[in-house]
């Protein structure tokens, strides 16, 4: 295929991607939008009034940028799980595997796909957040990199989960076993400082914790780790993920006899 | 003349150890319409799954217009269109954005996809639901969509496997036309199908697989050929009490009182119209009964079942 029709084939997955979830809208963008205004109202209005200040900002403040960023992982991870899970299921993934694309071109198209959907969820978190406290960013380049690379790296996640998927059991295991626990006790919440250090050490190997402070860094200039050593891991995971779904789309794990 | 589809001891087996294609040879000229003919798990699908690389193959070698599936894949499948037995294509879209979009993943621009779609999906008797999602779409408009998504790319080579399947007659007569209208316009067709009155119809060239060999691969004239009796089916002015006795012909009164004849190769029909002249009986139409092919793909397919149970013993 010329650069030109790869291009083509890789803006048809996204298009077809953005039409799936705009199309369901009520099931995509909604929900977090719910969810985060709920989040916003108890923990940052009734309950963050009585904890008062955190890493030098009212809780509010501090929780806005974990909560942008679990809304990205969540729904780029999710959209790109449940859609290409979809289509194994449907059988309707035949219709690229008998094409000409090449896997990486698949590959590319799932996560963009994956990432227009964790993005526009961010922002529209971040623009309801706006309606509870004032946001201001410390470092834009530091906020839009990671937020980026984050949504990539999840989106990687969800395709690989969906490729590894047997039954629809399998595409809700990881989400909530595994990407919840982790996404609340990334430090969305609480700055790992109030923790005991044997805690601090322990929440240390939790990949997300790096992504949302490093974010958080980004927007208030604060945070628990080294934001380039934030940025350092998304790549190496993002590097790892996409070789491993390569790698799988090459065998045709689960998608060819 | 230049190969359509050229297949090399093509192998498939399974983790369980069941093989399902046992080193296969197959050979497709450009403009033929060629049928692929066998029982149910014979290893049809299998072998066109491997051909639209839907399935890993574990030997042999695969060439479409000369591209190696293992070498150039992509040559072979800008080539190639897949028709299959299994509805795959997303419920909920649209039947333009299904057509348009798979017309993306061989990257024809959506300007020049949308003329195509509309051409083929207009062909097919689609385009007053170009707008419908496909779950609302009969069984009939389901197989179309399917033929429309494949063409959309003008490939050469054409796979169809069962696209009659569940079909109303009438329907299935008008995909027949369009399909030997495609063939006339160069396009290459490859099917599989269960109705041999379909294969004997419309196809120059057949090859029969059973138990993951390829029996036989000939054309149909050559194999139509070798059917030593024909029975013919006349229908009668009279209602007959009982099965005239003509002599050099096997008579039997069908359920329905039409009298059916069994000829011998070279025996000819003039003697019999005197002999049935002799006793009276007049003949208003006349045909022949089922579809031969029916009658030699059962016959071949029996034989080999013959032949493997002696080979194992268990005759």
């Known amino acids: 295929m010329t650069l030109h029709a790869l291009w083509v084939a890789f803006v048809t997955i996204v298009v077809r991607e953005v039409r799936r979830f705009t199309r369901i809208w009520a099931q995509t963008l909604l929900p977090p939008a719910v969810t985060m205004t709920l989040y916003f109202i108890i923990f940052g209005n009734l309950i963050g009034s009585r904890i008062g200040e955190m890493g030098g900002y009212d809780y509010m403040q501090f929780i806005v940028p974990g909560l942008i960023m679990m809304a990205v992982i969540t729904n780029s991870y999710g959209n790109v799980v449940s859609s290409f899970f979809s289509m194994k299921f449907q059988r309707s993934i035949e219709e690229l595997l008998v094409s000409p694309v090449p896997n990486w071109t698949i590959l590319a198209g799932y996560v963009a796909g994956g990432m227009a959907r964790g993005l526009s969820i961010g922002l529209i978190v971040t623009l309801l957040s706006l309606a509870f406290t004032r946001l201001s960013i410390h470092n834009l380049p530091m906020v839009v990199i990671t937020v980026f690379l984050t949504s990539a790296l999840f989106s990687l996640g969800g395709f690989i989960n969906a490729m590894l998927a047997t039954k629809f059991d399998d595409i809700s295991i990881v989400p909530t076993f595994i990407l919840t626990p982790l996404t609340y006790l990334g430090g969305v919440f609480y700055s790992i400082q109030m923790l005991p250090e044997f805690w601090q050490g322990v929440s240390m190997v939790n990949p997300i914790l790096y992504m949302v402070n490093g974010f958080r860094y980004g927007i208030l200039g604060v945070s628990d780790v080294n934001p380039f050593v934030s940025l350092g891991m998304i790549l190496v995971f993002i590097v790892l993920l996409a070789a491993i779904a390569l790698r799988m789309l090459a065998r045709g794990k689960g998608i060819r006899h | ?315």
């Open chain 2, 1 to 315: 003349m230049t190969c359509a589809l050229e297949i090399k001891g093509l192998h498939k087996s399974y983790g369980d150890g069941f093989k399902a294609l046992k080193g296969i040879d197959l050979h497709v000229n450009e403009g033929d319409f060629f049928a692929l003919l066998g029982p149910n798990g014979a290893g049809k699908s299998t072998t066109l799954g491997i051909v639209s690389s839907l399935v890993n193959k574990s030997g042999g070698t695969v060439k479409v217009f000369g591209h190696d599936i293992d070498t150039d894949l992509a040559g072979a499948k800008l080539n190639l269109g897949v028709v299959p037995q299994e509805f795959n294509f997303n419920q909920f879209e649209k039947v333009f954005d299904i057509v348009t979009t798979q017309a993306g993943y061989y990257g024809i621009p959506l300007k020049q996809s949308r003329v195509s779609a509309e051409k083929y999906l207009k062909k097919l008797g689609l385009w007053d639901k170009r707008n419908t999602p496909a779950r609302m779409l009969s069984g009939g408009m389901k197989r179309r969509l399917m033929i429309a998504r494949a063409l959309v790319h003008e490939p050469r080579l054409l796979i169809l496997d069962e696209p009659t399947a569940g079909v109303d007659i009438e329907l299935r007569r008008s995909m027949w036309q369009f399909l030997e209208e495609m063939n006339r316009q160069g396009t290459t067709i490859i099917l599989t199908t269960h109705y041999l009155e379909e294969a004997e119809a419309l196809c120059r060239n057949i090859a029969i697989i059973d138990h993951g060999e390829i029996i036989r691969h000939t054309s149909k004239r050559e194999l139509l050929q070798q059917l030593s009796v024909e029975t013919f089916v006349l229908d009668t002015e009279q209602e007959l009490p009982a099965a005239p006795e003509l002599e050099g012909y096997r008579c039997t009164l069908n359920g329905e009182g039409a009298l059916e004849v069994d000829v011998t190769k070279g025996q000819g029909l003039n003697p019999l119209f005197v002999e049935l002249e002799k006793q009276g009986i007049k003949v208003l139409s006349m045909r022949t009964k089922a579809n031969r092919l029916e009658e030699l793909f059962v016959r071949m397919v029996e034989d080999n079942a013959r032949e493997n149970a002696k080979g194992e013993g268990r005759v």
